[in-house]
Antibody, heavy 120, light 106 residues
Framework: QVSLVQSGAELKKPGASVRVSCKAS????????VAWVRQAPGQGLEWMGF????????EFAQKFQGRLTMTTDSSTGAAYMELRNLRSDDTALYYC?????????????WGQGTLVTVSS | DIQMTQSPSSLSASVGDRVTITCRAS??????LNWYQQKLGKAPNLLIY???SLQTGVPSRFSASGSGTDFTLTISGLQPEDFATYYC????????FGQGTRLEIK
């Protein structure tokens, strides 16, 4: 069965960076992309970007350009999201999701979420 | 960015009711529209893709329609497990989500 397991909660200071991992299993990793979506406390969903596990191509939402990196490791079936220069409003639950592209982008399996807290 | 606006923002209903949630796009997104359900403390779950296609395993009481800028999600015969927050998402361009509709028990 398809599963996405994310790394544990992180506490970071403003200006620091965070790297969240997402370990996929139960499917051929390179056949799909991985998208990252975040959710601030009590707020809605915010799409951050995605990476193709096949080509490594990425696409990011405008607001994260310049401080967001996404990578994959096909040998382990893992995806990584790194956000730099953290601010307090980056405090959120960060989700990875398997991305398919049938009739547009669909996020059909999700990780459990990783809480990132940014506080001095 | 394409803005997605859901209405209502919250909704109270009873078990067995039929409810409809609307999602409006700020420009034409053809049929590149998905619906997700999120229960408290859980990750979102894909319900509908391509505006009207039911994701595998999703009960048939969920249905959706629309194209262009106006879309609807309908739940016919609400069940206790359906009380959750629902989000639409467009993927015609850089994906964006609606602000969510919280469905509560009356």
């Amino acid at each position: 069965q398809v599963s996405l397991v994310q790394s544990g909660a992180e506490l970071k200071k403003p200006g620091a960076s965070v790297r969240v991992s997402c370990k996929a299993s139960g499917y051929t990793f390179s056949n799909y992309g991985v998208a990252w979506v975040r959710q601030a406390p009590g707020q809605g969903l915010e799409w951050m970007g995605f990476i193709s596990a096949y080509s490594g191509a990425t696409e990011f939402a405008q607001k994260f350009q310049g401080r967001l990196t996404m990578t994959t490791d096909s040998s382990t079936g893992a995806a990584y999201m790194e956000l730099r220069n953290l601010r307090s409003d980056d405090t959120a639950l960060y989700y990875c999701a398997r991305r398919t592209t049938f009739l547009g982008e669909n996020l059909d399996y999700w990780g459990q979420g990783t809480l990132v807290t940014v506080s001095s | 960015d394409i803005q997605m606006t859901q209405s209502p923002s919250s909704l109270s209903a009873s078990v067995g009711d039929r409810v409809t949630i609307t999602c409006r796009a700020s420009e034409n997104i053809k049929k590149y529209l998905n619906w997700y359900q999120q229960k408290l403390g859980k990750a979102p779950n894909l319900l509908i893709y391509g505006a009207s296609s039911l994701q595998t395993g999703v009960p048939s009481r969920f249905s959706a329609s629309g194209s262009g800028t106006d879309f609807t999600l309908t739940i016919s015969g609400l069940q206790p497990e359906d009380f959750a927050t629902y989000y639409c998402q467009q993927s015609y361009t850089i994906p964006t989500f609606g602000q969510g509709t919280r469905l509560e028990i009356k």
